[in-house]
T-cell receptor, first 117, second 114 residues
Framework: GAVVSQHPSRVICKSGTSVKIECRSLDFQATTMFWYRQFPKQSLMLMATSNEGSKATYEQGVEKDKFLINHASLTLSTLTVTSAHPEDSSFYIC?????????????FGEGSRLTVL | AQKITQTQPGMFVQEKEAVTLDCTYD???????LFWYKQPSSGEMIFLIYQGSYDEQNATEGRYSLNFQKARKSANLVISASQLGDSAMYFC???????????FGSGTRLQVQP
């Protein structure tokens, strides 16, 4: 079946640095990708929707200058956490769907756990 | 805005028994979908089952079935013959047909006891 891969699975960085997380669709073209954030023992919260070749749509309360999303190709979206701070420590998960996919065909990456020291 | 509610923060079930995880939602949309995902401690989101708002029959996938009651706006997950490997967090999610995005409930932690 379709697979979505995220990298890195875990990252630890110092406060003030930037971290890039990649989300790749391995065997299908993903016209739309979604980025979610999950704090410990909480649910997933949608951060933004990225569409290939256009600007991402951010959810209310999500700083677009802090969480940069690039969806430059049909198989890759990246989330860059700029000037990361300890409060940005979280589990970040992407999901992807193809252009003609039905609503049931939403696939999640394995997630990336970010720890900011 | 759509709201999705899981009222059971935690559930226990004996191995081999069936368990029902509750999920209710609130929407004025006519076209939508309901998902259930399993999230083990590793963090990955594992798709379990999907129900479209216009589907007349309840969805089933192996040991998973979705008890969809549209008028009551509920979409409960039923797991039959529970296994120890079923212990995990379970999330119900509302699919926005227009936005193509998911809104997740708060989750239910299921623990299967031997």
């Amino acid at each position: 079946g379709a697979v979505v891969s995220q990298h890195p699975s875990r990252v630890i960085c110092k406060s003030g640095t930037s971290v890039k997380i990649e989300c790749r669709s391995l065997d299908f073209q993903a016209t739309t990708m979604f980025w979610y954030r999950q704090f410990p023992k909480q649910s997933l919260m949608l951060m933004a929707t990225s569409n290939e070749g256009s600007k991402a749509t951010y959810e209310q309360g999500v700083e677009k200058d802090k969480f940069l999303i690039n969806h430059a190709s049909l198989t890759l979206s990246t989330l860059t956490v700029t000037s990361a701070h300890p409060e940005d420590s979280s589990f970040y998960i992407c999901s992807a769907r193809g252009g003609r996919a039905g609503p049931g065909e939403l696939f999640f990456g394995e997630g990336s756990r970010l720890t900011v020291l | 805005a759509q709201k999705i509610t899981q009222t059971q923060p935690g559930m226990f079930v004996q191995e081999k028994e069936a368990v029902t995880l509750d999920c209710t939602y609130d929407t004025s949309d006519q076209s939508y979908g309901l998902f259930w995902y399993k999230q083990p401690s590793s963090g990955e989101m594992i798709f379990l089952i999907y129900q479209g708002s216009y589907d007349e029959q309840n969805a089933t996938e192996g040991r998973y079935s979705l008890n969809f009651q549209k008028a009551r706006k509920s979409a409960n997950l039923v797991i039959s013959a529970s296994q120890l490997g079923d212990s995990a967090m379970y999330f119900c999610a509302f699919f926005h047909t227009g936005r193509r995005a998911l809104t997740f409930g708060s989750g239910t932690r299921l623990q299967v006891q031997p």
